[in-house]
C-alpha cells in the first residue's frame, strides 16, 4: 500500500458527461501529480500541484482540470467526457516538487470507462 | 527530446533467467531514472533508481546499468521468478524549469517469467 488513494476505483459514465475523481496522498506529501494511462499512450503526465499551487502541466486536454485544496488532497474534473477519455487515472503524491530525484508514489488509480 | 523510448515491449523468459529491458533517452538534462514495476490492477511502485553519475546499482536481484555516453540505461532482473511477471515501466526527470521533477514514462514492457 503506497499510502496514496484514490477513489472512485470504477467509474462508468456516458459521452458528454463530467466526472470528478479524487485523491488524498500520503501523510506529510505535499505534491499531488496526475497521470493518465492508457494502453496506446502509457503513463502521460497531466498536472501537478504542490502545496495547493499548480507547479506543472503536462498532457493535459482544456476539458481537464484539477486542484488541490489546503488539506491537500486533489480532485481531477474530466468533462465533456469522450469515449478517448476511457483509461486510468492515477494520482501520485511525492514531499516535495521541483526536486528530480523525488520519490513518488502512486496510487491503485481510478479506472474511467465512457460508453 | 523529452522522450524515453522503452524495449521490447513483451518479454517471456523462464525462471531462472535473466530478462533484460533497456531505454534511451535524448535529454541531456534527466538526472535521474528510475524503474517502476506495475502488477495488474495497482499502480505502479518504484523498484529502483539512478543518478547518471554511477554506471550500475544493485538492490536484490534487480540491476541498473547506465550509460551516459550512449544515454542508454537497462534493468537486468537476476533468478527471475513467476512472482516477477509484471509490467516494467522506465522513467526520467530532470531538474529543468516547468518540469518539477516530474516523470517521462517510457511505454512500459510486459514481463512474463514461466515456472
Known amino acids: 500500500d503506497s499510502g496514496v488513494t484514490q477513489t472512485p476505483k470504477h467509474l462508468i459514465t456516458a459521452t458528454g458527461q463530467r466526472v470528478t475523481l479524487r485523491c488524498s496522498p500520503r501523510?506529510?506529501?505535499?505534491?499531488v501529480y496526475w497521470y493518465q494511462q492508457s494502453l496506446d499512450q502509457g503513463l502521460q503526465f497531466l498536472i501537478q500541484?504542490?502545496?495547493?499551487?499548480?507547479?506543472a502541466k503536462g498532457n493535459i486536454l482544456e476539458r481537464f482540470s484539477a486542484q488541490q485544496f489546503p488539506d491537500l488532497h486533489s480532485e481531477l474534473n474530466l468533462s465533456s467526457l469522450e469515449l478517448g477519455d476511457s483509461a486510468l487515472y492515477f494520482c501520485?503524491?511525492?514531499?516535495?516538487?521541483?526536486?528530480?530525484?523525488?520519490?513518488?508514489?502512486f496510487g491503485e488509480g481510478s479506472w474511467l470507462t465512457v460508453v | 527530446q523529452q522522450q524515453v523510448k522503452q524495449s521490447p515491449q513483451s518479454l517471456i523468459v523462464q525462471k531462472g533467467g535473466i530478462p533484460i529491458i533497456n531505454c534511451a533517452y535524448e535529454?541531456?538534462?534527466?538526472?535521474?531514472f528510475p524503474w517502476y514495476q506495475q502488477f495488474p490492477g495497482k499502480g505502479p511502485a518504484l523498484l529502483i533508481a539512478i543518478r547518471p553519475d554511477v554506471s550500475e546499482k544493485k538492490e536484490g536481484r534487480f540491476t541498473i546499468s547506465f550509460n551516459k555516453s550512449a544515454k542508454q540505461f537497462s534493468l537486468h532482473i537476476m533468478d527471475s521468478q513467476p512472482g516477477d511477471s509484471a509490467t516494467y515501466f522506465c522513467?526520467?526527470?530532470?531538474?529543468?524549469?516547468?518540469?518539477?521533477?516530474?516523470?517521462?514514462f517510457g511505454k512500459g514492457t510486459k514481463l512474463s517469467v514461466k515456472p
Open positions: 501520485a503524491s511525492s514531499v516535495f516538487g521541483g526536486n528530480s530525484g523525488n520519490t513518488i508514489y
Open positions: 522513467a526520467a526527470s530532470w531538474r529543468g524549469g516547468g518540469s518539477q521533477g516530474n516523470l517521462i
Open positions: 501523510s506529510g506529501d505535499l505534491s
Open positions: 500541484y504542490y502545496n495547493g499551487e499548480e507547479r
Open positions: 535529454n541531456t538534462a534527466f538526472d535521474y
